[in-house]
């Protein structure tokens, strides 16, 4: 079955960029996902398509997609944005599929 | 607004049958291109998508789960069911429900989730 492998855990000083990635085969041909989950609430969805934006997520977001590798890239990283990122992709056999997360810290 | 909300036992034995409701508000499982999936999350663990199902009924199921689950939808009732049958000790997690698109394969407003606890 399609595998996303993530990261364990990411640092990142105040104001500084963090990059999340998120690797499985040919992933760059489908679209990708990101969610944040603080600690004991839901996932909200960060980035949709690879590098689209909802509403009401802020600017320093972004997303990206191409050959195996996602990116998920938070710019001035602020203290409220520690959490789990998990990526997630689709095909039309495996409908869908999560990585394991990735626990970015701000230190 | 969309909403969702889970409902069900918070603590199953083990070898039962767990039957969850997504009751939802907002949105139509009847318009095109909708979905409402499943996604699970052990205690300290990653998530897991176990289920989905559309408007237009087609049903995607988790290879490795495939075989205990069925997923249903009430449009009357605006609820999604999802069943697990033969449950055991590594299935206690919180279940979440959310909605989706189809089209851009993403799970775009999420229920609170509702933890369910396997133990006899």
Not at chain 1, 45 to 71: H, L, Q
Not at chain 2, 86 to 111: E, Q, R
Request: net charge neutral; proline share 5%.
């Amino acid at each position: 079955s399609y595998e996303l492998t993530q990261q364990p855990s990411v640092s990142v000083s105040p104001g500084q960029t963090a990059t999340i990635t998120c690797s499985g085969d040919e992933l760059g041909d489908k679209y990708c996902s990101w969610y944040q989950q603080k600690a004991g609430q839901s996932p909200v969805m960060v980035i949709y398509r690879d590098n689209k934006r909802p509403s009401g997520i802020p600017e320093r977001f972004s997303g990206s997609n191409s050959g195996n590798t996602a990116t998920l890239t938070i710019s001035g990283t602020q203290a409220v944005d520690e959490a789990d990122y998990y990526c997630q992709s689709w095909d039309s056999t495996t409908a869908r599929v999560f990585g394991g997360g990735t626990r970015l810290t701000v230190l | 607004q969309i909403t969702l909300k889970e409902s069900g036992p918070t603590l199953v034995k083990p070898t039962q049958t767990l039957t969850l409701t997504c009751s939802f508000s907002g949105f139509s499982l009847n318009t095109n291109g909708v979905g409402v999936g499943w996604i699970r999350q052990p205690p300290g663990k990653a998530l897991e998508w176990l289920a989905l199902i559309y408007w237009d009924d087609g049903q995607r199921y988790s290879p490795s789960l495939r075989s205990r689950l069925t997923i249903t939808k009430d449009t009357s009732k605006n609820q999604v069911v999802l069943t697990m049958t033969n449950m055991d000790p590594v299935d206690t997690a919180t279940y979440f429900c959310a909605h989706s698109l189809a089209a851009a394969g993403c799970f775009d407003d999420w229920g609170q989730g509702t933890l369910v606890t396997v133990s006899s």
